[in-house]
Nanobody, 114 residues
Framework: QVHLVESGGGLVQAGGSLRLSCAAS????????MEWYRQAPGKQRELVAR???????TYVDSVKGRFTIARDNTKNTVYLQMNSLKPEDTGVYYC????????WGQGAQVTVSS
């Protein structure tokens, strides 16, 4: 029922930018607190960004000032704009709605080279 499809990943040089997209179906993005997680190789999955239904955003310290979470309600899509990328940002990025145990999608691979 709930389907979240991540896209926009790729390989980028350090200092570059990527924009990830999370296309949602089965939920209304504007009525949910939405989150981005990432999982680096050999590490646990980590919450990196959150946007509430009222538009309040929060970020893990390591990405503050570099990443921006946003949504386009007309497209029912959540975005993660990633600027000034660092090699330590490398990992698989996942979209999720807060407060539910939905299955994880395939994620978007982000690789940042030095």
């Amino acid at each position: 029922q709930v389907h979240l499809v991540e896209s926009g990943g790729g390989l980028v040089q350090a200092g570059g930018s990527l924009r990830l997209s999370c296309a949602a179906s089965g939920i209304i993005v504007s009525m949910n607190t939405m989150e981005w997680y990432r999982q680096a190789p050999g590490k646990q999955r980590e919450l990196v960004a959150r946007i509430t239904v009222s538009g309040i955003t929060t970020y893990v310290d390591s990405v503050k000032g570099r990443f921006t979470i946003a949504r386009d309600n007309t497209k029912n899509t959540v975005y993660l704009q990633m600027n000034s990328l660092k090699p330590e940002d490398t990992g698989v990025y996942y979209c999720k709605r807060w407060g539910y145990s939905d299955s994880w999608g395939q994620g978007a691979q982000v690789t940042v080279s030095s």
